[in-house]
């Protein structure tokens, strides 16, 4: 081989193999994720392909807390992130942003007030709902709207919202969309932990599970969020309810693929579920052995859109199905799946709820109408 070749052949594998190392996204790791009133400070870790930069995002706060260094190449674990006592009632937070080329990781840290442990501020309160699909109403007064964005790739992006309930410590519906993009890739992280936005008095304490026999039941599940600093957030207890293993690892994961495999076919799948506790009397223990009511059954319902015709056509490219299940034992197959569905008219007849209410305004009243009372034969 001449000598030209040979040094074009060195010179290109080292542009592809840098190329390919940028491409890996960055991560960060905070341990202690929720902090005392102290000053105090740890170690946090960062793994990089190459040059990196850290920045703490305190929102419209006053800065309170600081890393070292801020800057760095490859993997670090001897960063220090230290920050000031508190003395206020309420608890405060904020993000560690790591940046390595094009690539954002981001990871979350919260420090208690005076007013308790754990959680966010020592009150509640709800947050705005925006116009976005996959929400349905949210006009009962004893239950609290949140909302979660998360960041990928630099753009700070809609991750879930749910409708509270602080008798019950569960949410009585999840709502969020779903596409290849969102989901991401990655591992599941099983790290469980407080919603900062929620007051920890009003959560379950779940680190190491319900007593009573019940599963840690996912309502956004982990799989639908993959990433460093996002898949995190699928563990808050906000998003458990006590659900049955038999239900849970069997017909509900089922669905949960099933879901899945429907959103890659679409643009976007907008997915609400949630617990159904009309009528519920039974209850499982958090770790503290503070009650947690156990839910009666459990559903999805699922507006699909694919832009271009090819579903939905006389819908301007949306469809719609619902999905309800009792709190047992089902089977597995497809078959059994598919007998469980309805149409997004009937499941807020049974629920009393009112799913995509955004839709009349994307579409008109007659075409939402049309998309909520059929179930299209593409879903089969």
Same mark, same amino acid.
């Given at each position: 081989m001449p000598l030209s070749a040979v040094i074009l052949f060195a010179v290109s594998s080292c542009v592809k193999s840098e190329e390919t190392a940028i491409d890996r996204d960055p991560s960060i790791s905070v341990p202690l994720k929720t902090a005392g009133t102290g000053a105090s400070s740890q170690f946090v870790t960062v793994d990089a392909a190459g040059p990196w930069t850290i920045t703490i995002d305190f929102g419209e706060a006053e800065e309170w807390a600081s890393i070292e260094p801020a800057a760095g190449d490859g993997r670090r674990s001897d960063i220090i992130l230290s920050w000031e006592r508190n003395d206020e009632k309420d608890a405060r937070s904020c993000t560690l942003i790591v940046t390595a080329g094009e690539k954002i990781a981001s990871a979350a840290f919260t420090q208690n007030g005076t007013s308790g442990t754990g959680g966010g501020s020592s009150e509640i309160k709800s947050d705005i709902p925006g116009k976005w699909l996959e929400l349905p109403a949210t006009d009962d007064s004893d239950l609290y709207f949140i909302t979660h964005d998360m960041v990928r790739s630099g753009k700070t992006l809609r991750n879930y919202s749910y409708y509270y309930s602080l008798d019950d410590r569960l949410a009585v519906w999840v709502a969020y969309p779903l596409n290849r993009g969102l989901i991401g890739s990655g591992s599941r992280t099983d790290d469980w932990g407080y919603d900062p936005k929620i007051p920890a008095r009003y959560q379950p304490v779940l680190f190491s599970g319900y007593r009573g026999g019940y599963d840690r039941g996912h309502q956004l599940p982990s799989a639908d969020r993959y990433g460093n600093g996002i898949n995190e957030t699928t563990f808050y207890f906000t998003n458990m309810t006590p659900q049955k293993a038999a239900l849970n690892q069997s017909a509900w994961a089922k669905l949960e693929n099933m879901v899945r495999d429907w959103c890659y076919q679409m643009?976007?799948?907008?997915?609400?579920? #949630?617990?159904?506790?009309? $009528?519920?009397?039974?209850?499982?223990?958090? !770790?503290?052995?503070? +009650?947690?009511?156990?839910? *009666?059954?459990?559903?999805?319902?699922?507006?699909?859109?694919?832009?271009?015709?090819?579903?939905?056509?006389?819908?301007?490219?949306?469809?719609?199905?619902?999905?309800?299940? #009792?709190?047992?034992?089902? $089977?597995?197959?497809?078959?059994?799946?598919? !007998?469980?569905?309805? +149409?997004?008219?009937?499941? *807020?007849?049974?629920?009393?709820?009112?799913?995509?209410?955004?839709?009349?305004?994307?579409?008109?009243?007659?075409?939402?109408?049309?998309?909520?009372?059929?179930?299209?034969?593409?879903?089969?």
């Open positions: 643009d976007t799948l907008y997915v609400v579920t #949630g617990a159904d506790i009309q $009528g519920a009397s039974d209850v499982a223990y958090d !770790n503290n052995g503070a +009650t947690c009511t156990v839910p *009666e059954g459990y559903f999805k319902a699922l507006l699909g859109y694919k832009k271009g015709g090819s579903i939905g056509n006389a819908t301007g490219g949306y469809i719609g199905i619902a999905f309800y299940f #009792g709190h047992r034992s089902y $089977g597995d197959d497809k078959n059994t799946i598919m !007998n469980q569905s309805m +149409t997004i008219d009937d499941l *807020e007849r049974r629920l009393g709820y009112d799913f995509f209410v955004n839709l009349p305004d994307k579409v008109g009243k007659d075409v939402a109408a049309r998309v909520e009372s059929e179930v299209d034969s593409w879903w089969n």
